[in-house]
């Protein structure tokens, strides 16, 4: 489409007289009909990235288990949470030079859009989710940490109940824990959620590093 645009924008110009394509008016609509072409392929490009990112999340066409690249989950999902995080949450990212580990992608995926949703529904105005991973002991672990409202310590014990409620006004997080952990445990690992009331939320994800 913008190849297109561009070739018709071209033509316009040589059809134009020499006097006429340097008039101000006609240089402004040009101008005009140019921004609008950046702003389509702009959009495309981004239509391609949220459809690139939606395919390696849900990886409905591969194998179940299978050796893959953890951060590239982790990124698909944050673009698709992209609208949630808009201009008030901002992600920073502290990435270890991880070798590919054998696991489920779509399940896996699944985990991290529930804690990255639950980080995000914490965080009340501006805040930060801060993603982390890093290998050690035979084990590689992707932390998320928030600066949401946090969760009561008599709370924080319940966390991974099936049964878990999150009526109370002052805890946001919770949403498809028990899942997450179910998830994790299958793979090998194990989550720990450190948080204090106020000061926000951190939550280990540990898997093996070899199959």
Same mark, same amino acid.
């Given at each position: ?10 033509? @316009? $110009?040589?059809? @134009? ?6 008039? &101000? !008016?006609?240089?402004?609509? +040009? ?23 939606? &395919? ?13 690249? @953890?951060?590239?989950?982790?990124? #698909? *999902? ?16 502290? /990435? ?35 993603? $982390? *991973? ?25 966390? +991974?109940?099936?049964? %878990?409620? !999150?009526?109370?006004? $002052?805890?946001?997080?919770? %949403?498809?824990?028990? *899942?997450? /952990?179910?998830?994790?445990? #299958? ?16 939550? *280990? ?7």
């Amino acid at each position: 489409m913008r190849d297109t645009l561009n070739r018709a924008l071209g033509k @316009l $110009r040589l059809a @134009l007289s020499q006097e006429s394509a340097e008039d &101000r !008016t006609i240089q402004g609509i +040009f101008k005009i009909i140019a921004d609008a072409n950046q702003g389509i392929a702009s959009g495309v490009e981004r239509v391609n990235e949220i459809v690139h990112s939606l &395919r390696n999340y849900s990886r409905l066409d591969e194998a179940e288990f299978q050796v893959a690249d @953890l951060h590239q989950g982790i990124e #698909s *999902t944050l673009l698709l949470l992209q609208s949630q995080l808009g201009n008030e949450i901002g992600v920073v990212k502290d /990435y270890a030079d991880l070798e590919p580990i054998y696991f489920a992608p779509r399940q896996l995926n699944q985990v991290f859009m529930n804690l990255l949703l639950n980080a995000i529904q914490a965080i009340e105005g501006r805040g930060e989710i801060r993603i $982390r *991973t890093f290998e050690d002991d035979g084990k590689v672990h992707v932390q998320i940490e928030d600066t949401g409202a946090g969760i009561p310590p008599e709370r924080l014990e319940q966390i +991974f109940d099936p049964g %878990f409620s !999150t009526t109370d006004s $002052r805890m946001k997080m919770g %949403f498809g824990l028990p *899942t997450a /952990y179910s998830v994790v445990q #299958s793979h090998g690992g194990g989550i720990h959620i450190e948080s204090k009331v106020g000061k926000g939320t951190v939550v *280990t994800i540990s898997l093996p590093a070899s199959g």
